[in-house]
């Protein structure tokens, strides 16, 4: 059982990138699933998450209008679609999984995470 995060890289500001959380070993669609982020020298923030019945899905303030969340049960992944990419958006993104949203940026109090994926937005 796990949660695998993909998709990071290297990009302009204003740039796009879309991350993948990919699970295996369970059905994502059982479970609510967020986006984490964590810079260096920087406490972990909570991100997005989008609810076990894909109900209206959940952002962070400074992302809202630029970040999308969204799911595809029938390839088991999350994606989360980002753009207008802003060099505060730089950080390790990582997926987890928790049985509705909570916007906990605590890790242990979710069921469920994978290792991250390195975003970094850069001239």
């Known amino acids: 059982v796990q949660l695998q995060a993909s998709g990071g890289g290297l990009v302009q500001p204003g740039g796009s990138l879309r991350l993948s959380c990919a699970a295996s070993?369970?059905?994502?669609?059982?479970?609510?699933i967020g986006w984490l982020r964590q810079a260096p020298g920087k406490a972990r923030e909570w991100v997005s998450c989008?609810?076990?019945?894909?109900?209206?899905?959940y952002y962070k303030d400074s992302v809202k209008g630029r970040f999308t969340i969204s799911r595809d049960n029938a390839k088991n992944t999350v994606y989360l679609q980002m753009n207008s990419l802003k060099n505060e958006d730089t950080a390790v993104y990582l997926c987890?999984?928790?049985?509705?949203?909570?916007?906990?940026?605590?890790?242990?109090?979710?069921?469920?995470w994978g290792q991250g994926t390195q975003v970094t937005v850069s001239s």
């Open positions: 987890v999984a928790e049985r509705r949203c909570t916007g906990s940026p605590t890790l242990e109090l979710y069921d469920l």
């Open positions: 070993g369970f059905t994502l669609e059982s479970k609510a």
């Open positions: 989008i609810p076990q019945d894909d109900d209206r899905p």
